[in-house]
């Protein structure tokens, strides 16, 4: 069984940082790839930042965001600087994890609220 546990998220002022987390635990083998999506009030689920062999951002983000690994890969970071309202969202985290002895599959956090207001 594996579970992923997001932290961090809230409210803050336009121009402002916020860092999310996320821990995988559980029965890993590898964690293949890693990141961010979320979804915002009345719009389609986004890519906001994903780890694989390479690192990719959404457009809207770049510069901004910065998305790291840690804890020896099982866990995945979000750095959020400049915050804008329009990153207002729900923010998952998603990950591709090797089971040990078992298959690869993939993972989703709970999801956490981002509010970007004054």
């Known amino acids: 069984q594996v579970q992923l546990v997001e932290s961090g998220g809230g409210l803050v002022q336009p121009g402002g940082s916020l860092r999310l987390s996320c821990a995988a635990s559980g029965s890993i083998y590898r964690v293949v790839a890693m990141g961010w999506y979320r979804r915002a009030p009345g719009k389609e689920r986004e890519l906001v930042a994903l780890i694989t062999s390479t690192i990719t951002y959404a457009d809207s983000v770049k510069g901004r965001f910065t998305v790291s690994r840690a804890n020896a890969g099982n866990t995945v970071n979000l750095q959020m600087n400049s915050l804008k309202p329009e990153d207002t969202a729900d923010y998952y985290c998603?990950?591709?994890?090797?089971?040990?002895?078992?298959?690869?599959?993939?993972?989703w956090g709970q999801g956490t609220q981002v509010t970007v207001s004054s």
């Open positions: 998603k990950m591709r994890i090797w089971i040990d002895g078992g298959p690869i599959n993939d993972y």
